[in-house]
């Protein structure tokens, strides 16, 4: 299926954030309930949809901090992550008592892989557990989600007898994860399409994509599992989870934003995008890259004179888009041995020096010369060059 037949009835997409949870997975990024209330509260102010707050029975901390995110939560849904076993089941159950919406998010490994290898069983016992774990979910909650693991390496066929069995049996969101990020777009996007087709009641569940980014492609495979009919797709701040991490929330909503031709949107405020970039890069103690789509130190940044002179013309040139609409400071001509006259001007006009062309081209030379010593030539360095050699003019 392609963009022009994708489901176009009901296109909103459900944004689940999984960075308390998939998120803080992450060695060196474990929070404490403090922390987790204080992102909690800050991810619905976001707008996000659904909270995957923890993963109750794994600590007492983590069961604590579910308890703690439910009662405070008012609009966004929250979730508790479980295995398919009983014991888990019931303490997600306790810890999302209080919440005003609560979700349990229960599941197993659905490919031969993960049947073989993790539980050294067979498909139809696999389905049995899947079954079950959602009938116990149940008892707790309306709200069942029930994910597939390793969803992208399992047989489509197998996939949608299984997915089938779920949601006949509660499940209201199926989860289908790309759990080792192997999929390409296509393929994760014709999985999505076949069970769409194929799973005679999806029609009672809301589809979510679940994507790694082991191979850089977790923002595109959940935007072609959109494309081809899932309504929630899960992500994370920064793309932060495990190994290489989860689709980026940030990319996510841009993308639906910028190919509004899709028919697609979210519920998100992207001026806030930065702001909780920030928040979630200090509490997690993780820096984000400088190069991060739409949250990067550089995002905004134009340095080779190319760039800087077209920038400068017209912003529309280099930037898609613009740095306000997701809460970033205004876009910067970095100054490098790499940059051109125009950005010179640019910046020495900036900080309020009357200079001619003759000058900026007296200027440019003796830029060129500090800039292959100092990589990136800031301010004071500007100040002084002008100063000096104004003060050499005037002699
Ligand atoms: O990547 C994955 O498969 C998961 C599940 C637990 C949803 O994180
Ligand atoms: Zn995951």
């Known amino acids: 299926m392609n963009e022009l037949n994708c489901y176009m009835s009901e296109n909103r997409i459900y944004i689940f954030d999984t960075t308390l949870r998939d998120g803080e997975q992450v060695p060196g990024c474990k929070l404490n309930t403090k922390e987790k209330v204080e992102l909690a509260l800050a991810l619905e102010e976001l707008g996000v949809d659904i909270i995957e707050a923890g993963f109750p029975v794994s600590s007492p901390g983590d069961f604590e901090s579910v308890v703690a995110i439910s009662k405070i939560i008012k609009n966004a849904t929250v979730c508790g992550l479980t295995r398919a076993v009983e014991k888990d089941i019931e303490v997600a159950g306790a810890a999302l008592k ?20 993790k539980f050294n ?14 009938k116990w979910a149940r008892k707790y909650t309306d709200d069942v989600e029930f994910y597939a693991e390793d969803a992208g390496r399992t047989d489509n066929e197998y996939l949608a007898r299984v997915i089938e069995a779920v949601i006949a049996a509660g499940a209201t969101t199926v989860n289908i994860p790309d759990t080792t990020g ?6 994760y996007g014709d999985k999505i399409a076949y069970l769409m087709n194929h799973v005679q009641n999806i029609d009672r569940a809301i589809v979510s994509c679940h994507c790694h980014n082991d191979l850089g492609l977790a923002t595109a495979n959940s935007i072609y599992g ?20 989860n689709t980026s929330l940030e990319e996510v909503v841009m993308v639906l934003k910028q ?27 993780m820096p984000v890259q400088p190069n991060k789509a739409i949250v990067g130190a550089n995002a905004f940044s134009h340095s080779s004179g190319i760039h800087q002179d077209g920038f400068l013309k ?3 040139t280099y930037e898609i888009i613009r740095p306000e609409e997701v809460g970033a400071a205004t876009s910067k001509i970095v100054l490098t041995a790499r940059s051109g006259r125009s950005a010179l001007a640019f910046r020495f006009k900036n900080l309020g ?14 830029f060129l010369k500090l800039a292959d010593v100092l990589k990136e030539v800031e301010d004071e360095n500007l ?10 003019k005037a002699a």
């Open 98 to 117: 209080h919440a005003k919406r609560g979700r349990i998010h229960t599941g197993i490994g659905t490919s031969d892989s993960h049947i073989k290898s």
């Open 121 to 134: 069983s067979n498909r139809e016992d696999i389905l049995k557990r899947a079954v079950q774990a959602v």
């Open 182 to 187: 192997y999929c390409l777009p296509t393929q």
């Open 226 to 245: 959109a494309i081809n009919g899932a309504r929630q797709i899960e992500c994370t701040i920064n793309g932060l989870g495990e190994r290489a991490g």
């Open 259 to 285: 190919h509004s031709h899709l028919g697609l949107f979210t519920n998100i405020d992207a001026t806030k995008l930065n702001p909780i970039s920030h928040l979630v890069s200090d509490t997690m103690r």
């Open 314 to 316: 017209n912003s529309e």
């Open 353 to 366: 020096f009357e200079l001619d062309k003759n000058d900026i081209d007296s200027l440019y030379q003796q």
């Open 383 to 392: 100040i002084l060059l002008a100063t000096e050699f104004l003060k050499q």
